[in-house]
């Protein structure tokens, strides 16, 4: 899924994501969990401002966002829940 993402250029030009768009819900990145790269992808796995846990990738031949994996805060917190952490 194409999605749009606002980026911060750090001191050392290295761009971080800010939030992401899809459609007309937009998501501030609370945390950057991990980030990755590949010869041709920038992958990040980040938590958003609505609990829930993505992991997007950037092109960096074509200069586009894909979602690439979702879960929502719900499901992690039920899975927590379910074995006794809080």
Same mark, same amino acid.
């Given at each position: 899924?194409?999605?749009?993402v606002?980026? +911060?250029?750090?001191?050392? /030009?290295?761009?971080?994501?800010? =939030? &992401?768009?899809?459609?007309?819900?937009?998501?501030?990145?609370? $945390?950057?969990?991990?980030?990755?790269?590949?010869?041709?992808?920038? +992958?990040?796995?980040?938590? /958003?401002?609505?609990?829930?846990? =993505? &992991?997007?990738?950037h092109?960096?031949?074509?200069?586009?966002? $894909?979602?690439?994996?979702?879960?929502?805060?719900?499901?992690i917190?039920?899975?927590?829940?379910?074995?006794?952490?809080?």
């Open positions: 899924m194409h999605i749009q606002e980026c +911060y250029a750090g001191y050392r /030009g290295e761009e971080s994501p800010r =939030y &992401i768009q899809m459609a007309t819900y937009k998501i501030e990145i609370r $945390e950057i969990v991990d980030r990755w790269l590949s010869p041709d992808h920038r +992958y990040f796995k980040i938590l /958003g401002s609505d609990d829930a846990t =993505y &992991i997007i990738r092109d960096t031949a074509n200069w586009q966002w $894909e979602l690439v994996f979702y879960q929502s805060g719900e499901a917190s039920r899975v927590n829940s379910d074995s006794g952490e809080s």
